[in-house]
């Protein structure tokens, strides 16, 4: 039997039982709201991943070092200012798109304007002030063409980071993984093709010319079939103002300035302090990362969802959540423990000692930021924004500072330790919260 919607006390779901019983099987739990998006976007960032350590390979094999360095740190840059764009509005859709009702066109269409727009104003300012920040980002964006590329994929990239928070919102996380894997497979083909005609800037063309494809069929998806069929039905009352989301939005946001600055902005301080090879070290270790902290994210994002249609079951879902990500994440942490090696030889001799032990050392600090990642989705279905302000601006903090101090001291390995130690400090802060949502009420 389901539980009534809104009643802590009832039953669980008929589902959950067969979830906690087969955990260990692929298909077990879909049929759980609460876990069918997270299954979705996890397989999108399965199967993303995989494309992804493939692009990395080649790109180390296919392009000298220095370009490879370069070429991520403006992929890198490009992604640190679309999601400053996007104002953390993707956290904003899970929670406000299940309660928006017929006003879901305007609240989407709205948020894509405003984060178009600032991604456009953002774009240009760091391309006209990034080289008098210091000389190493010249090479960033060579020549007018590069110049305007550049800030035209930053536009590009926000719209296509936010429609897979849209769909996810609908409850139509199925089609994410489908329009990601399109994305890595054309992605990858055009870095082959590149390498022989296109080196200097291959890299970042074959990464943006894959998401002017995606973003317009996407999109009429989106608009003409989900938001219309939603329009049409009378099921789901607005139940919301926009009044409220700007204001969830303004104090959000800057938590998101300290999130991108202490990850996407992360490679363009190695460049600037210890130089392009460096960062071309780094940044092959932390596309694992990224990939595996990803799992944490997305059923975080599942949570937000399935808590913003029942905030009474919102203890539940995190507990649960929480258990999932720790049975998901364990395993791939240990394997890369035992891989790393394995995986850096296959980059090449110019990655073999400083990726492996770097690698090793974030892979240890994804189970701390699990727990980081599920304590900010669930102040956000709370409300509680200034708290995830308050959680982002210590690890920025922490990992900035540890890394201008360890990194000068240890190199590239130090960059992986002040990361470790960041979020292994904030962890400990919210052990207090951590058990008491563990503890099951009676």
């Not at 309660?99 to 269409?109: D, H, S």
């Not at 405003?114 to 391309?127: N, P």
């Not at 959000?252 to 990850?263: E, I, M, R």
Request: hydrophobic residues 55%; positive net charge; charged residues 10%.
């Amino acid at each position: 039997m389901t539980a009534a919607p809104g009643n802590p006390g009832a039953a669980p779901l008929a589902g959950e039982g067969a979830v906690r019983r087969r955990w260990w099987l692929p298909g077990a739990g879909t049929g759980d709201p609460l876990f069918r998006s997270a299954y979705a976007l996890i397989l999108s960032t399965a199967a993303t991943s995989v494309f992804g350590i493939a692009y990395w390979i080649f790109a180390a094999r296919a392009y000298p070092p220095r370009i490879l360095g370069v070429q991520s740190a403006a992929i890198s840059t490009m992604l640190m200012l679309s999601n400053f764009a996007q104002m953390n509005m993707f956290f904003a859709l899970g929670r406000f798109v299940p309660t928006a009702g017929r006003a879901t066109g305007r609240l989407v269409a709205s948020v894509y304007v405003a984060s178009a727009a600032l991604s456009l104003v953002m774009g240009v300012g760091f391309v006209l002030v990034a080289p008098s920040i210091s000389d190493r980002l010249s090479p960033l964006f060579a020549g007018p063409l590069m110049a305007v590329t550049f800030v035209l994929s930053v536009v590009l990239w926000s719209v296509f980071a936010l429609q897979d928070g849209v769909l996810t919102a609908l409850r139509r996380a199925a089609w994410v993984p489908v329009e990601n894997v399109l994305f890595g497979l054309v992605k990858l083909v055009l870095l082959l093709v590149f390498a022989s005609v296109f080196v200097s800037e291959g890299i970042f063309a074959s990464w943006n010319i894959p998401v002017l494809l995606a973003v317009i069929p996407v999109n009429l998806l989106v608009f003409r079939q989900l938001i219309a069929a939603r329009a049409r039905s009378a099921e789901i009352p607005s139940q919301f103002s926009f009044r409220s989301v700007a204001r969830f939005v303004g104090v959000d946001y800057v938590s998101g300035f300290f999130l991108q600055s202490y990850t996407t902005a992360l490679p363009l301080i190695i460049v600037a302090t210890l130089g392009p090879q460096a960062n071309a070290e780094f940044y092959v270790a932390y596309v694992v990362i990224a990939a595996v902290d990803l799992v944490s994210v997305n059923l975080g994002t599942s949570l937000l969802v399935e808590a913003a249609h029942d905030e009474a079951r919102l203890r539940e879902y995190t507990r649960r959540i929480l258990r999932r990500s720790t049975q998901l994440l364990l395993p791939a942490v240990i394997l890369i423990e035992l891989g790393a090696p394995y995986f850096t030889r296959m980059l090449g001799g110019a990655y073999a000692h400083g990726s492996t032990n770097l690698l090793r050392i974030l892979a240890l600090a994804s189970l701390a930021r699990m727990v980081n990642i599920i304590y900010m989705t669930a102040m956000r279905v709370e409300r509680r924004v200034g708290r995830v302000v308050a959680t982002q601006a210590a690890i920025s903090v922490l990992v900035i500072s540890l890394t201008v101090a360890f990194g000068r001291r240890l190199g590239v390995e130090g960059v992986g330790l002040a990361w470790l130690c960041a979020h292994l400090a904030v962890l400990v802060a919210l052990l207090p919260w951590l058990r008491r949502t563990l503890e099951r009420s009676r």
